[in-house]
């Protein structure tokens, strides 16, 4: 440890008091992988220790350790795992389950999984009560819609007699939030608890975790977004590869990071601050600006007028899905949709690829009634607008390696291949301009990882050389460093070849990121829509500043 | 585009989830197909005598070195009987199943891209038919028109196309919404290129599992009709006819009946077998 690492640790344990959960040298190992290499951490009560990471950084196998459910198959080791004198590395089944939920609550990162689908929410959060034989089954009953009621569940005696399927995601986060504070555990360990919500349901979640924090329980934050850590944590361990490579107080952490990696990860955040700039830079690289094609503000590449669409239920009830939205798209220039689940951006994207029919209104694709060909009409003009989706892999067929997708694509531009060769060098131009290579070219989607399947997806999208992409949640799946690169890519392909982007995201700092002109959509409807900084620096409409101020920033911490 | 080639690859064989690696049980079972599909093609490999050579010096001999299965009341050989049979009860399986396939395949595609008006007629008519016993349907047709090996296909075959057909349309509604589908739309492809393409082969690949298992089934269903006296009448020695003809010494005689119902048993089972191994390999690869 180096002297300044050394000054910080005393610093935290002066500010913070006897540790209430010591964690020295733990290595986890699945087989011959070890996934976890010696990390070592203290939770202090009232304090939010905050463990960062990408995908496989081992940060969810040590929260789960911490309760004893490492899975099947692996092996712990640790110099000690101390909980206020209770040793954690010599339990057996039986006790654990003496220990989950009264002394550790754990909550998990999927409502929607990780509820029992068939079991009223009330029971849900009474069935820690049940398991440590707290009071009647009346009193439990009674508690669980106290607690219900305390993590801000409106009408609780109603909702607790309702099933999962009937509530709403942020709900059902709440129900798990309840059921794992339901016996007041002094340490709660959170894995990744707002990654599947809205951003003003996101801000709400972290503030029940910050009430708990304020009664003294300690928190372990599991998470991949340094900006909802900034908000909640007291305390910052970022690991890698199972390494732990920075551990200090917040605000040190994520303002003055010593470690190359935090401050890739930093760096990484797209924001308002990284608008025309790369997201991944080496240290000390200077930041080259982007040289951008002229956007043509004289004639729109893509309009909607006043579109609409409203489906029937199967319960023959009309619903406005859009509801009388209009923007426009010109050459080289990337218009941002954002809004939070079921706003009708999807909807609104499908619309301008014309493969949903608007009930009123129309698009036009470069001047032509795009939205009114017939189908055979529009076929051959398909190639002009390209779409990517959020999930790429699902987006291939399963049966055909990358080769055969891109030759597929190339087949229906304006300019087919006129051979195998031809279509085969192609391809190859396509994977080296989004940073693969002609190996790729064998491979199956399913073997690539999550940002080289995007990165598929978006060589296909490139393939039949579109004026227009639709980028519909293109980096919602992935990790941060990815989700840069991508970013960034798709920014140097505008740069290259001038193509413009309908970018919609419910994130904002993407959006803001990418975006030159925003759309705010909520419910369907346009509420707010401008230059990106006019939008985000001077909001008019309250849903748009209720969106930024839910927006976790880095600054907070 | 088709005139363009997929430079193949190693990986490529992967992907397709067809790797030999085989268990010895699975061994065994394809051992078991491929002397059967043998017997169908060339029975003469497999045996020198004829299946219809009358002996009437040796009637109703017990299995023996020289007659592994036996010999029958006109001392025609069981084994040999056995090997040309094949082809008939092959065929019958094989028939059936690919009559009940083609009229899965149509209705099950018809209702599931059609939707509306089209699917629920096809769907109440399917369960109709799912309710109706495969033995009535095939009374009835041999009423009609005499036992054969026809009429045993199309009753085997019409008796069991819906519930394949069910499954067919359960699989083209599941795959018509994947996002392959709406990606190659995107791409100006037509529907029918769609549909081909990517819909078919999608929609059907877990089903080539629940074909195989089919065969096996055809094959102890014809057997069946055949032995009630419902299918290929007895001189021929289709399996099934063959346990109708040595029903009435099975008190003097066991290895009549036992021998070509073991060969039936096995061969369903070995049939039925290698379609789930197929199964879970598909399964496998398709994520």
Not at chain 2, 167 to 183: K, N, P
Request: with cysteine.
């Amino acid at each position: 440890m180096t002297a300044a690492a050394a000054t910080e640790q005393t610093e935290i344990d002066a500010a913070a008091g006897t540790p209430l959960l010591t964690v020295e040298n733990l290595r986890v190992s699945f087989g011959n992988a070890e996934v976890v290499k010696g990390i070592s951490f203290t939770a202090r009560p009232g304090r939010c220790l905050a463990i960062v990471g990408e995908s496989g950084s081992g940060k969810s196998v040590t929260a789960r350790t911490l309760v004893g459910l490492t899975g099947l198959n692996s092996a712990v080791q640790a110099d000690r795992i101390d909980l206020a004198g209770l040793d954690l590395t010599r339990q057996s089944q039986r006790s654990w389950r003496a220990i989950r939920g009264r002394q550790i609550g754990f909550i998990l990162q999927d409502a929607l999984v990780s509820l029992d689908q068939l079991r009223r929410a009330g029971d849900e959060v009474a069935e820690p009560l049940a398991v440590h034989r707290w009071g009647t089954r009346a009193s439990r009953r009674r508690k669980a819609v106290e607690l219900l009621d305390s993590v801000g569940v409106p009408e609780p005696e109603v909702r607790a007699r309702q099933r999962p399927y009937e509530l709403s995601g942020g709900l059902r986060q709440r129900v798990l939030i309840a059921s794992a504070i339901a016996l007041d555990p002094k340490l709660i360990v959170a894995d990744e608890p707002t990654t599947a919500l809205d951003v003003t349901l996101q801000a709400q979640v972290l503030d029940l975790l910050a009430e708990s924090k304020a009664r003294g329980t300690s928190i372990i934050l599991i998470s991949h977004d340094l900006s909802v850590v900034a908000r909640l944590a007291d305390e910052v361990a970022v690991m890698r590869a199972g390494e732990v490579v920075e551990y200090g107080p917040a605000h040190r952490v994520l303002h003055l990071p010593r470690h190359e990696y935090t401050q890739a990860l930093l760096d990484a955040i797209p924001s308002e601050h990284t608008r025309g700039i790369r997201l991944v830079r080496r240290a000390g690289e200077s930041v080259p600006e982007r040289v951008r094609k002229p956007i043509d503000r004289d004639r729109p590449l893509l309009q909607a007028r006043h579109i609409s669409k409203v489906f029937r239920g199967p319960d023959k009830v009309d619903r406005t899905v859009v509801d009388d939205v209009s923007f426009e798209l010109f050459a080289g220039d990337t218009l941002g949709i954002v809004g939070e689940s079921g706003s009708g951006k999807t909807t609104s994207a499908r619309i301008a690829l014309s493969l949903l029919a608007p009930t009123a209104g129309e698009v036009l694709l470069d001047g032509q009634p795009w939205s009114r060909l017939t189908p055979s009409q529009r076929r051959p003009l398909r190639g002009q607008i390209g779409v990517i989706y959020q999930d790429p892999l699902s987006s291939f067929d399963p049966r055909w390696p990358v080769g055969r997708i891109l030759f597929d694509a190339l087949s229906t531009g304006g300019r087919p291949p006129s051979s195998s060769a031809a279509a085969r060098a192609r391809a190859i131009r396509l994977l080296e301009q989004v940073g693969l290579g002609e190996e790729h070219l064998a491979a199956a989607p399913l073997r690539l990882s999550g940002g080289q399947r995007q990165r598929v997806s978006i060589a296909r999208a490139l393939a039949p050389e579109p004026s227009v992409i639709v980028c519909d949640e293109p980096v919602s799946a992935l990790d941060v460093s990815i989700q840069a690169q991508v970013l960034d890519l798709l920014t140097d392909l505008q740069d290259e070849l001038g193509v413009s982007y309908l970018f919609i995201s419910h994130d904002l700092g993407v959006i803001h990121h990418m975006s030159d002109r925003i759309l705010v959509m909520k419910d369907g409807r346009v509420v707010e829509s401008g230059a990106a900084d006019e939008v985000f620096e001077r909001p008019r409409d309250p849903y748009t500043r209720r969106l930024l101020n839910a927006l976790p920033r880095l600054a907070q911490a | 585009m088709s005139s363009v080639a997929v430079p193949p690859t190693g990986i490529l064989a992967r992907v397709s989830g067809l790797r030999i690696r085989v268990r010895p049980g699975t061994a065994a079972c394809a051992a078991i197909v491929a002397v059967i599909a043998v017997a169908a093609i060339a029975p003469q490999v497999l045996t020198h005598r004829g299946p219809n050579a009358i002996d009437l010096g040796h009637t109703l001999l017990a299995p023996s070195l020289s007659h592994p299965f036996g010999t029958d009341d006109a001392g025609r050989d069981l084994y040999t009987r056995v090997i040309y049979g094949a082809r008939e009860s092959l065929g019958i399986g094989l028939g059936a199943t690919g009559l009940a396939m083609s009229i899965a395949i149509l209705l099950g595609f018809l209702a599931g891209l059609a939707g509306g008006l089209a699917d629920v007629v096809i769907t109440r008519i399917l369960e109709v038919a799912f309710a109706f016993p495969v033995l009535l349907l095939a009374l009835l047709l041999i009423a009609i028109r005499g036992p054969s090996v026809t009429t045993e296909i199309v009753a085997v075959g019409i008796g069991s196309a819906p519930g394949y057909a069910r499954l067919v349309r359960g699989q083209v509604m599941h795959v018509r919404q994947a996002a392959y589908i709406e990606a190659a739309a995107a791409l100006g492809h037509r529907r029918l290129t769609v549909i081909r393409r990517h819909l078919f082969p999608n929609a059907m690949r877990p089903l080539v599992a629940v074909i195989t298992l089919g065969i096996g089934q055809s094959i102890v269903w014809a057997s069946g009709l055949a032995f009630l006296g419902l299918g290929v009448a007895p001189p021929s020695p289709e399996w099934g006819a063959l346990l109708d003809s040595g029903r009435l010494y099975i008190t003097t005689s066991w290895w009549l009946e036992i021998m070509p119902g073991l060969v039936i048993v096995l061969v369903a089972l070995s049939v039925t077998s290698l379609g789930r191994t197929l199964q879970h390999r598909l399964e496998g690869a398709a994520r």
